[in-house]
């Protein structure tokens, strides 16, 4: 199939461009972009191109190729795959959500504030589900989509300003599919995805000087 991996970079991982590289489709980056700035170029891409499925993922996700390569077979199949992992590595919940409710509000605010632990599925529940599991949620966690699903639901950061500087692009684009019910949102048991996390230091190396888009 005719598939495109869409690149959120905006910090120079090595392991993550090691991964990547080894994975055998065609790969968009978009260096040195914020969130919000995304909101343009993410879906500026879809309109103009006519890629089969676009895949999208940031740049602390680590893949096995084979565990990718699953992932495109099951679109073909599936209107949304979704890889999965934990949030940090000393965690145990999970980017799995009960796909009955993804419950994003708080009380006495209208922006959406993740609860990670409500209706979460633990790492110890993993191996007794299916081996394709409905999820409320994605995580952007090597997410694919058909391009139609791209276009019903596009790339869209919570804020609607750059002031506002709220992003949770993920948590925005599930919610909304999961309140219409016109699309599944299916992760792949077999696709575990590692989060390259270290506390107190995810953000620190972001780069927004140089902004890029580079086709591979």
């Not at 575990?192 to 953000?203: A, C, K, M």
């Amino acid at each position: 199939m005719n598939n495109v991996l869409m690149i959120m970079n905006a910090r120079n991982i090595a392991p993550f461009k090691e991964c990547v590289d080894k994975l055998n489709i065609n790969k968009v980056w978009f260096k040195g972009y914020t969130e919000f700035e995304l909101n343009t170029h993410i879906n500026k891409f879809i309109q103009e191109t006519s890629y089969d499925n676009y895949f999208l993922a940031p740049d602390d996700l680590l893949i096995k190729k084979h565990h990718f390569e699953l992932l495109e077979r099951k679109l073909q199949h599936h209107d949304i795959v979704t890889g999965w992992g934990v949030w940090r590595q000393n965690y145990n919940w999970t980017t799995i959500y009960k796909k009955d409710k993804l419950h994003v509000y708080c009380q006495g605010s209208s922006l959406p504030l993740f609860k990670k632990h409500y209706n979460v599925v633990y790492t110890h529940e993993i191996d007794s589900m299916p081996n394709e599991i409905e999820t409320a949620f994605t995580g952007w966690f090597y997410t694919g989509a058909k391009r139609q699903v791209w276009l019903d639901y596009p790339y869209q950061t919570i804020s609607v300003s750059k002031e506002q500087n709220v992003a949770s692009t993920d948590l925005h684009w599930s919610k909304r599919i999961l309140e219409d019910k016109k699309y599944k949102q299916i992760c792949i048991k077999d696709a575990r995805v590692t989060h390259i996390s270290y506390i107190g230091h995810d953000y620190l190396d972001l780069k927004f000087d140089t902004k890029e888009i580079i086709y591979e």
